[in-house]
């Protein structure tokens, strides 16, 4: 049943708004999206929201309690208990049930944290749609454009300088397909797949011999996207309309290689293989940062992106490449965001909050 919008948000007014947060999903960044969705279920102010968790499960089933996270007190302990205490936990249904059984109350907006399917892909935000229940962040198209990489380079390729790619379908011939990338690129590559999100199905291919093999492997999840290695320093910029409807950007993280030749699938779950060193969000962090936040301003814009985006950059002193648009925040450790949300002094509940806001009574 479709929702009236309008009537829908005056009945809101008189009682505290019900939000759904999904988390968990498929593996690959299962973990990080476990760890993010406990920390949004912590922090989002639930003495002003009703929140309902959703656990996915990888097998596409969902946990969905009937009732809603208690007003104050931390979450982990109760949250472990709903989804993970065998004999306790919430039985898992299917999605449609799952659907089913979340609307057994009145739902004023969604908010996903998943990678991959019902994540990045857009299906959770085309849902919404269809039901008439805002989803926090970008819509289903943005979202799918960005998640495709090779989509999304052909969009911002018109004004953002990209590092050199080609793509390779994934019926091409193994053979074939080496030949084309010894003739176009000289020195290692990534090897990437075109729709997994951030480093998921990527790898650093140093040599000839480790060529075929890593096509073949990123070929099994679809297309596969070869790209040079660019050179210079890669920054995360995360941007986000505040409660007023502008653009702004947290302060800008550097990430430095220590431990790892590139910011991969490890480097963002062990401490110590690179180092995210953020910036303070003042005109005292140098033009780069400046010219880095402008330009990934312009991606976000181009997109049509909403809510809070991260957009991955390298830079040097000749050019500033984009690598990747991340429409799903993760609220992890290990990965930017809470640091830059600490380094510009912004709590965590008021960052929720102006999404949340954002999504489901926009003025």
């Known amino acids: 049943m479709l929702r009236d919008t309008k009537h829908s948000i005056k009945y809101m007014k008189t009682r ?7 988390f968990g999903g498929e593996e690959g960044s299962r973990d990080l999206s476990l760890e993010s969705g406990y920390w949004a279920c912590q922090h989002i102010p639930r003495e002003k929201y009703q929140i309902t968790p959703v656990h996915v499960q990888p097998d596409g089933s969902w946990q969905v309690p009937l009732g809603s996270l208690p007003n104050r007190g931390p979450v982990d302990r109760m949250m472990d208990m709903l989804f993970r205490v065998p004999g306790q936990a919430v039985r898992a249904v299917n999605a449609p049930d799952g659907l089913q059984r979340l609307l057994q109350r009145p739902l004023d907006g969604m908010m996903t944290l998943l990678r991959g399917r019902g994540g990045d892909d857009g299906s959770l935000h085309a849902t919404g749609l269809t039901l008439g229940i805002p989803v926090v962040g970008s819509s289903a198209g943005s979202s799918q454009l960005a998640h495709n990489k090779h989509r999304m380079h052909t969009v911002i390729g018109d004004f953002a300088a990209l590092p050199d790619s080609a ?6 011939p193994i053979d074939s397909a080496v030949n084309d990338v010894k003739n176009q690129f000289a020195g290692p590559v990534f090897v990437k797949a075109v729709t997994q999100d951030g480093s ?23 297309d596969v996207l070869i790209q040079e290695i660019a050179q210079g320093t890669e920054m995360a910029v995360t941007l986000f309309p505040d409660q007023h409807g502008s653009l702004i950007s947290l302060p800008t993280t550097l990430v430095v290689h220590n431990r790892a030749p590139f910011y991969d699938y490890l480097a963002k779950r062990r401490p110590g293989r690179v180092n995210l060193s953020t910036a303070t969000g003042t005109p005292n962090d140098g033009p780069l940062i400046g010219e880095a936040e402008e330009i990934a301003r312009e991606v976000y814009q181009e997109l049509g992106c909403e809510g809070a985006v991260t957009i991955d950059v390298v830079a040097d002193d000749n050019s500033i490449d984009v690598l990747d648009v991340n429409t799903i925040p993760m609220f992890t450790q ?15 509940a008021s960052f929720l909050d102006t999404l949340l806001v954002g999504a489901i009574d926009p003025r």
């Open 16 to 22: 505290k708004p019900h939000i759904a947060v999904f």
């Open 167 to 172: 793509l390779i379908h994934e019926k091409t």
């Open 200 to 222: 998921s199905g990527t790898e650093l291919v140093g040599s000839l011999d480790e060529l075929a093999p890593a096509i073949r492997r990123a070929s099994r999840l679809g």
């Open 334 to 348: 290990a990965t930017p965001l809470i640091g830059q949300l600490k380094a510009g002094r912004l709590a965590p």
